[in-house]
Nanobody
Framework: LQLQASGGGLVQPGGSLRLSCAVL????????IAWFRQAPGKERERVSC?????????YYSNSVKGRFTLSRDSAQHTAYLQMNGLKPEDTAVYYC??????????????????WGRGTLVTVSS
């Protein structure tokens, strides 16, 4: 399994970006997908997770709830993180990660996950 993350860049406060996470050579719906971020000098934070267990649910950290949306395009085998209302504190390297779909988000093990390369998001005027 390989994940290819893209879409980062420089955006002004209040702006929007959409990150993409392509699942290469495998089927997106075979995986629980999560987005993490790590800002300089801070610990890695999970911002969103999408599971297909029990009908499917998507979870968000309190820091991004209401502003970020994780979605899946099964046909394109790509997960997206739509980020609206960006704030300077959203500046970080963003990573997507995947584990087999039988794991719920509450069971998401960072050690067992497959990770994509990070994409840098900078929110600044």
């Amino acid at each position: 399994l390989q994940l290819q993350a893209s879409g980062g860049g420089l955006v002004q406060p209040g702006g929007s970006l959409r990150l993409s996470c392509a699942v290469l050579k495998f089927v997106l719906d075979d995986y629980t997908i999560a987005w993490f971020r790590q800002a300089p000098g801070k610990e890695r934070e999970r911002v969103s997770c999408s599971t297909l267990v029990a009908g499917g649910e998507t979870y968000y950290s309190n820091s991004v709830k209401g502003r970020f949306t994780l979605s899946r395009d099964s046909a394109q085998h790509t997960a997206y993180l739509q980020m609206n209302g960006l704030k300077p504190e959203d500046t970080a390297v963003y990573y997507c990660a995947a584990i087999p779909r039988y794991y719920h988000c509450s069971e998401f093990s960072e050690d067992k996950a497959t990770w994509g390369r990070g994409t840098l998001v900078t929110v600044s005027s």
